[in-house]
């Protein structure tokens, strides 16, 4: 198995696993604008889309991985990730992006998106 396969199924076995992780404290609203505002500002977006649901890259959000591994994978990234080392972007800013990806909410059930099912 490759190595991007093996991260891609190792991180989908943590997501079922564990659900979505919450932050151990409460995310203030402006730690999570700000989280927005450092997502896009730094490029983010361009290959997780602009929620985290993924393009290029990997979905990040809903159901987000703990943050322990989310900060390793920004500061030693794996494939064709920029690294975001602390000089780049510091643990707090870091932790506010967590925020803001861990704010988006779950989509609504396939049993409850009408046009599929007429």
Do not use: E, W
């Not at 402006?30 to 983010?44: F, K, P, S, T």
């Not at 890259?57 to 080392?85: H, N, V």
């Amino acid at each position: 198995m490759s190595r991007k396969r093996y991260f891609l199924a190792a991180t989908l076995c943590a997501l079922t696993a564990i659900g979505t992780v919450v932050a151990a404290t409460n995310p203030s609203k402006q730690q999570i604008a700000h989280g927005r505002q450092l997502y896009i500002a730094d490029g983010c977006h361009q290959c997780h889309g602009y929620s985290g649901q993924g393009s290029t890259g990997p979905r990040l959000a809903p159901g987000l991985i703990p943050l322990d591994l989310f900060s390793r994978q920004l500061r030693k990234p794996r494939d064709r990730m920029p690294i975001y080392t602390s000089k780049v972007l510091s643990d707090a800013d870091l932790g506010d992006i967590y925020a803001y990806l861990g704010s988006m909410p779950q989509p609504k059930p396939v049993s409850q998106i009408p046009l599929i099912n007429q």
